[in-house]
Every structure is written in structure tokens, then in C-alpha cells.
């Protein structure tokens, strides 16, 4: 079964270190995401800027917006699909990723979502 997995952080958090402090931080990731990718579960990985613009139909036209969530301090900062027998199982690969392992990961609020994917259809198209 597949599982969809978003990594969240504390966008204030984030915001308030320098890009050096950042990049610290995030030099602790490739040793992990080896290990993670090792696990040969890993369907896809993603990681997404925290700027957010949202889609509604409102009295029949699409509106585009700033998301409702721009203003809060938690964003979505990656996400990534696993194939895993269980929810159990979904728990331990996704639990390789740096997301829950880099020391700074506490301190800036990150955080993994595990959720069972119901549906997947992969319309991806392949070159001969």
C-alpha cells in the first residue's frame, strides 16, 4: 500500500535563522537521506518552497489566492510517497528521514504526516 508522507516546519522558526544557520542545518541531511532512499520504499520525494497559493471555484470562476495557511507559523516543506506493507511500516521509513533525525529538526518544528493513499494513478510519461 502506499502512504503519503508530508514533512512540516515552523515557518517563524525558519524565518528567524540566517542562510548560514540553514545551511548547517540542513548539511546533516544527505547521510540520511542515503539511508532513507536505502530503504528501497521510497516512491518520491518533494520538497516545496513555504510560499503557497490556493485554488477555489467561487460563483463559478477559479479564485487564486495567497493560501488560507500563509499566515500561520507551520508549512509544508516536503512531502514524499512510500510503498510499505502497513501504516506500522509506513511509520519506520518514513521515520529515516531527516525530517525526525537532524538535531535542529526539534528545535524548528518539524514534523511528518503519515496518511494511507486510497487512490494513485501514475499518469507520468515515459520516453522510449
Do not use: W
Not at 536505502?38 to 487564486?64: H, Q, W, Y
Not at 529515516?96 to 529538526?105: D, K, N, S, Y
Amino acid at each position: 500500500m502506499k502512504y503519503l508522507c508530508i514533512g512540516y516546519l515552523d515557518k517563524k522558526k525558519m524565518d528567524a535563522l540566517s542562510k548560514a544557520q540553514i545551511d548547517t542545518a540542513m548539511s546533516e541531511c544527505p547521510a540520511f537521506m542515503e539511508e532513507f532512499y536505502d530503504s528501497g520504499k521510497v516512491l518520491f520525494v518533494a520538497g516545496t518552497p513555504t510560499e503557497i497559493k490556493s485554488m477555489r471555484r467561487v460563483d463559478g470562476r477559479v479564485n487564486i489566492t495567497d493560501s488560507p495557511a500563509a499566515g500561520a507559523h507551520e508549512a509544508i516543506g516536503c512531502v514524499f510517497l512510500v510503498e510499505a506493507t502497513d501504516i506500522e511500516d509506513a511509520i519506520k521509513v518514513a521515520a529515516l528521514h531527516p525530517t525526525t533525525r537532524i538535531a535542529a529538526g526539534e528545535k524548528l518544528g518539524f514534523r511528518i504526516g503519515i496518511s494511507p493513499v486510497h487512490y494513485f494513478e501514475d499518469r507520468t510519461l515515459k520516453t522510449p
